[in-house]
């Protein structure tokens, strides 16, 4: 474990090497990437072939089974526009299941976990290319049940995050503070090095898949999910640490998503936040119709917030 000061090192050593490689990428370039107006970054620009500006994934976790699966892939039926990005992320036995059940309706199929070597003598790993053979198109890395139970640091995520990006699969990184670190006043600290060195060396070439979710860990399960106004402050933040370590548009540009006892009610309040790109939804993914209704509400709040200006 690093202490404070090496971890503080670290974070400096890497925001360095960024803008280093952010210097000679403008150096380079005709039209610098950070050519940033003045004031807040817009929210939901489309990123022309990036993602659309509306993510919303599940996070299925250690749930479901072969026959809940073909159900609930059979009864899913979420709308199909340009404008909206739906992910499951089942247990890996379920990925080409899954995939297969969904046909051709307008759903993304995730991995939770991943090992970053192609292949090799890792007993009970599966590598990028077996995702991407199962039919994944997206990988959550990172999540805090990996990092809580499974010793997972920044430093193990960011080879995994390479290699995600390496083979073509979305990344969804996970940060979020414990209790006590919110209660500490360290919340964007915490984010701020568990983002820095998960990205560590993944230059401003490679990063334009990525996805991050914002998911505070007395948010995750508990039924207590941050405010709007705290999902939004700490949204800012990352947006602004991404503009730190690579530019305007790539902040601008990458989705960022809430998870934490997101429901069917409280869906609509945070998908009108500005920096709330979507969610990463685990309890309320599990029944096609409350995990439709999460989609719907963000949808319909995102309208009446868009017509009301
Ligand atoms: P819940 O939606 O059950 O709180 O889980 C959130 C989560 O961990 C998603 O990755």
């Given at each position: 474990m690093m202490d404070d000061?090496?971890?503080?090192?670290?974070v400096r050593d890497v925001v360095l090497s960024k803008?280093?490689?952010k210097q000679a990428q403008d150096a380079l370039s005709a039209s610098p990437e950070d050519t940033s107006p003045e004031g807040t970054i817009p929210r939901h620009t489309y990123a022309e072939a990036g993602n659309p500006p509306l993510i919303v994934a599940a996070n299925w976790?250690?749930?479901m089974d072969k026959r809940s699966t073909?159900?609930?892939?059979?009864?899913?039926?979420?709308?199909?526009?340009?404008?909206?990005?739906?992910?499951i992320c089942p247990p890996y036995y379920l990925?080409?299941?899954?995939?297969?059940?969904?046909?051709?309706k307008p759903v993304a199929v995730g991995a939770q976990n991943m090992h970053p070597e192609p292949k090799g003598p890792f007993t009970g790993e599966l590598s990028p290319l077996m995702l991407a053979d199962a039919g994944c198109s997206h990988v959550i890395l990172g999540h805090s049940e990996r990092r809580k139970n499974f010793g997972e640091t920044s430093e193990k995520i960011n080879p995994k995050v390479a290699a995600a990006l390496g083979a073509g699969l979305?990344?969804?990184?996970?940060?979020?503070?414990?209790?006590?670190?919110r209660e500490d006043g360290a919340t964007m600290r915490v984010v701020t090095n568990q983002l820095t060195l998960s990205l560590n060396r993944i230059s401003i070439n490679e990063v334009r898949p990525l996805i991050i979710a914002y998911e505070p860990m007395w948010a995750i399960g508990t039924g207590r999910n941050a405010t709007p106004e705290q999902a939004q402050e700490v949204h800012a933040h990352i947006r602004e640490v991404l503009k730190q370590l690579y530019s305007y548009n790539v902040a601008r540009d990458t989705r960022i998503l809430y998870g934490g006892?997101?429901?069917?009610?409280?869906?609509?309040?945070?998908?009108?936040?500005p920096d709330v790109d979507g969610f990463l939804v685990g309890g309320a993914s599990l029944k096609p119709d409350s995990f439709t209704e999460i989609i719907r509400n963000a949808l319909r709040a995102l309208e009446k917030?868009?017509?009301?200006g």
């Amino acid at each position: 474990m690093m202490d404070d000061e090496e971890l503080a090192k670290v974070v400096r050593d890497v925001v360095l090497s960024k803008l280093q490689e952010k210097q000679a990428q403008d150096a380079l370039s005709a039209s610098p990437e950070d050519t940033s107006p003045e004031g807040t970054i817009p929210r939901h620009t489309y990123a022309e072939a990036g993602n659309p500006p509306l993510i919303v994934a599940a996070n299925w976790k250690m749930h479901m089974d072969k026959r809940s699966t073909t159900e609930f892939a059979q009864a899913f039926d979420p709308p199909a526009r340009d404008d909206l990005g739906v992910v499951i992320c089942p247990p890996y036995y379920l990925l080409s299941l899954l995939k297969d059940a969904l046909g051709d309706k307008p759903v993304a199929v995730g991995a939770q976990n991943m090992h970053p070597e192609p292949k090799g003598p890792f007993t009970g790993e599966l590598s990028p290319l077996m995702l991407a053979d199962a039919g994944c198109s997206h990988v959550i890395l990172g999540h805090s049940e990996r990092r809580k139970n499974f010793g997972e640091t920044s430093e193990k995520i960011n080879p995994k995050v390479a290699a995600a990006l390496g083979a073509g699969l979305a990344p969804i990184l996970c940060v979020g503070e414990t209790l006590d670190q919110r209660e500490d006043g360290a919340t964007m600290r915490v984010v701020t090095n568990q983002l820095t060195l998960s990205l560590n060396r993944i230059s401003i070439n490679e990063v334009r898949p990525l996805i991050i979710a914002y998911e505070p860990m007395w948010a995750i399960g508990t039924g207590r999910n941050a405010t709007p106004e705290q999902a939004q402050e700490v949204h800012a933040h990352i947006r602004e640490v991404l503009k730190q370590l690579y530019s305007y548009n790539v902040a601008r540009d990458t989705r960022i998503l809430y998870g934490g006892s997101v429901k069917p009610d409280n869906a609509g309040d945070l998908a009108i936040q500005p920096d709330v790109d979507g969610f990463l939804v685990g309890g309320a993914s599990l029944k096609p119709d409350s995990f439709t209704e999460i989609i719907r509400n963000a949808l319909r709040a995102l309208e009446k917030d868009g017509s009301q200006g």
